[in-house]
């Protein structure tokens, strides 16, 4: 009996020595795995999962590409990638470091990647990468055919149907412009010719007291080919000019120095080209017409002696300011604000501004192969949407930071009027997959979130104003295309216990039908008016990897009307590459607090 009792203890010690609990003589060794040895000693891998690998690029796309490859894993020390280092796929160039972050370089050169038609048109890049553990898994780029917008502007459309005078849209100041600077975008026809095969001239002119042809005090003509000014035959306009595309065009005047005996100094640019090395004066017959400086401009085409059938002369972006540097706004038009069909003579439409010499201009849609036809700069030349347009671009890849643009007033505005074009990318999201927010926002005397005079949340599918949950924004937010908006404030009235009234309009149409009272949770920082705008991406919590906010053709006024500008800027005068925080570009205008923000081209 004693001897049964001592072999079931020893029987019992052994079990617990091997991995029973001693409870029960049946116990067994446990045998679970997940990194631990197994009663035979083999250590098991739990394999990796990696996440994140998809990713989407344009066949136009020239700047690489980067995400980040997710990694869990376990097994200690085994949440890694396997690096690559330049590696040849398909399609491109690939490189992956250990913490998953990766970059791709697309060959826009090969063929059928070149031959990509439109965003249906796609072929995939497949990766294969490996966790330090083995576990392989493909990343997929997909890529795509560049989407290329075709839309619309409206424009003031000049055509010459009538035997005995010239299309024309003519504009007449109150009184005479001493120095100034008219900007223009035009179009003329490649056909703009009569019926018997002879090349008609369009006109961009600006006169004095007199809008006789020989007393202008500047008249560029726009031949079939080339551009000539009229009465300057020494001076020879080298810029080529092309039929059927939009040009800009900058004429600035200077008469301060003028007089009955000497003309007006002038300037012309064409596409960014300046026609002369120094101002030239002025070819007009009499001099004492010009003296006192502008007082019409006059756009035409043709002539009195016979018509143009099907051609016309389109003519956007009217501007004309009272000092040569171009910052007091005294006319503008983007005809925008007309039906398409209206006549912009006076004398059939009472709501033309026009003069009454105004003949065979009507308002029309224009297509704008690679603009957004959104109302800014129109044509091929500069303008959101349009190839070769310089904008911010704006991202978010640190941890305890948002991307951001900020731009300080030197002093704050009571009443004003901002308006901006953005275009948020549709993969602004983290790594996660959850969504992240743009913003523009303008602020009085601190930027905190919670005391701006408004802030527009440009959210993954939709519009909301932040902290005005009564105020539902149904006009739809559509990812990865050109938005305008116009933001106005009015701290007239504001006080330390009243905050300012504010509208927005996305693309035309207004989000309320009266101005709002803002949301600022501290109205005596806010009652001066608007101190700093600020267009931001994401937040300080999480980095969006591959996304960006553009931000481009940004103009701030000093009137509701929009019609006295303090700042703007399109961001043409940066160079490709260029930072705008002002700590890494000391030629950068805005504010310190500016982070990852760069200029950008489409």
């Known amino acids: 009996m004693k001897t049964n009792i001592l072999t079931a203890s020893i029987l019992a010690a052994t079990l617990v020595a091997c991995g029973g609990d001693g409870d029960d003589v049946f116990d067994v060794p446990d045998t679970s795995t997940g990194g631990s040895s197994s009663s035979s000693g083999t250590v098991e891998n739990t394999p990796a999962t990696l996440g994140n690998l998809s990713a989407t690029v344009t066949n136009s796309t020239m700047e690489d590409i980067a995400g980040t490859v997710s990694v869990a894993d376990p097994d200690s020390g085994e949440d890694a990638i396997q690096p690559l280092n330049d590696e040849s796929t398909m399609y491109g160039v690939f490189s992956i470091s250990d913490d998953g972050a990766w970059v791709y370089s697309l060959d826009t050169t090969d063929t059928t990647i070149a031959s990509l038609a439109g965003p249906d048109d796609s072929v995939v890049d497949v990766v294969e990468i490996q966790s330090v553990d083995g576990t392989a898994a493909d990343l997929e780029i997909t890529i795509t055919g560049a989407d290329t917008v075709v839309s619309t502007t409206q424009a003031a459309r000049i055509t010459d149907n009538m035997i005995d005078d010239a299309g024309e849209l003519r504009y007449k100041f109150d009184e005479a412009i001493e120095k100034g600077k008219l900007t223009v975008s035009f179009l003329k026809d490649d056909n703009a010719e009569t019926a018997d095969g002879s090349a008609k001239d369009a006109y961009i002119g600006l006169f004095g007291s007199s809008t006789s042809t020989s007393q202008a005090l500047v008249d560029l003509r726009i031949q079939a080919d080339k551009y000539v000014i009229r009465d300057r035959d020494d001076i020879d306009v080298e810029i080529p000019f092309t039929p059927g595309e939009w040009t800009d065009v900058e004429v600035t005047w200077d008469a301060s120095a003028a007089s009955a005996d000497v003309t007006p100094l002038v ?25 006192d400086g502008v007082e019409a401009f006059i756009f035409k085409l043709g002539d009195n002696g016979s018509t143009i059938p099907v051609a016309a002369y389109h003519v956007d972006n009217v501007k004309v300011y009272s000092d040569i540097e171009g910052t007091m706004l005294a006319f503008e038009d983007d005809f925008e604000g007309y039906t398409v069909g209206d006549s912009l003579d006076p004398d059939e439409n009472a709501d033309s501004v026009y003069h009454g010499n105004t003949a065979e201009v009507v308002v029309a849609n224009v297509t704008v192969a690679g603009g957004d036809g959104s109302g800014g700069d129109s044509g091929n030349q500069t303008g959101p949407g349009s190839s070769g347009n310089k904008l911010a671009k704006i991202t978010d890849s640190m941890i305890d930071d948002a991307g951001e643009l900020r731009y300080k007033l030197d002093s704050a505005i009571s009443e004003g009027k901002l308006s901006v074009s953005f275009l948020k990318d549709d993969n602004a999201q983290t790594a996660d997959g959850s969504a992240k927010d743009a913003y523009i926002g303008l602020f009085g005397s601190s930027t905190s979130t919670s005391k701006a005079i408004v802030d527009l949340r440009i959210q993954a599918d939709k519009f909301a104003i932040r902290d005005k949950d009564d105020i539902a924004v149904e006009v739809p937010f559509t990812p990865g295309i050109w938005t305008d908006v116009e933001m106005t404030w009015d701290a007239s009235s504001a006080s330390a216990d009243v905050t300012p009234l504010v509208t927005i309009t996305i693309n035309g149409t207004s989000v309320t039908t009266e101005a709002f009272a803002s949301a600022s949770a501290s109205p005596s920082e806010v009652m001066e008016g608007v101190e700093y705008a600020i267009f931001k991406l994401g937040d300080n ?11 481009d053709d940004v103009k701030i006024f000093s009137d509701l009307a929009g019609t006295a500008i303090v700042f703007e800027d399109d961001f043409e005068a940066y160079s490709v590459g260029d930072s705008l925080d002002p700590d890494d570009n000391s030629a950068s205008v805005y504010h310190s607090n500016s982070a990852e923000v760069v200029v950008d081209q489409e």
Do not use: D, K, L
Request: hydrophobic share 40%; charged share 5%; aromatic share 6%.
């Open 541 to 551: 919590g999480s980095t969006i990897p591959s996304a960006a906010y553009h931000v």
């Open 267 to 291: 300037t012309i640019t064409i596409n960014g080209v300046s026609v002369t090395t120094e101002p030239f004066s002025s070819a007009a017959s009499i001099a004492t017409s010009v003296m």
